[in-house]
């Protein structure tokens, strides 16, 4: 039975350079998500460093941390059928380059840590990431 899943999306600091929040916003609601909650905030290094714990022992950890606390992101709660896969079809690949014609990353993203927005890669981190900035 299908039943309506939430996820989580940041527009992260380069769109907030590029004043792309807006168009952003605009294909996510054009996809059919709902949003339910929104946050305009500017991470601390804790908070950007327990998101992004997962990849605390990648290379480019300390890059994506600096630039995660660099300025404003949006952190928004959606609503859909499908939300987590629907919201991750739209956003595009991680990197700009290889995602497909139409996405907001292909749209707007520069590199891949400059890549636009974030997206819950699954419904179990859909969940901890909702609890994270929604409590
Ligand atoms: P993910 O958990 O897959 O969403 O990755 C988190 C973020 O880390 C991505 O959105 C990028 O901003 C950054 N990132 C992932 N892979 C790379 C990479 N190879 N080089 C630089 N940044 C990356």
Do not use: W
């Not at 350079?17 to 996510?28: L, P, R, T």
């Not at 400059?114 to 997206?119: K, L």
């Amino acid at each position: 039975m299908h039943k309506k899943e939430r996820t989580l999306a940041i527009i992260k600091p380069d769109a907030f350079e590029s004043k792309c929040v807006g168009q952003i916003i605009s294909v996510i609601e054009k996809a059919g998500l709902e949003i339910i909650n929104m946050r305009l905030l500017r991470l601390s290094n804790n908070e950007a460093s327990e998101f992004y714990s997962e990849h605390k022992s990648k290379p480019f950890f300390p890059d994506l941390i600096e630039y995660m606390t660099s300025g404003s992101v949006a952190v928004i709660e959606l609503e859909a059928y499908n939300a987590v896969n629907l919201y991750r079809d739209i956003l595009g690949a991680t990197d700009p380059s290889k995602a497909a014609e139409g996405t907001i990353r292909k749209l707007f993203a520069s590199s891949k840590q400059r890549n636009a927005a974030h997206g819950s890669d699954s419904t179990a981190s859909a969940e901890r990431e909702l609890q994270f900035f929604f409590g």
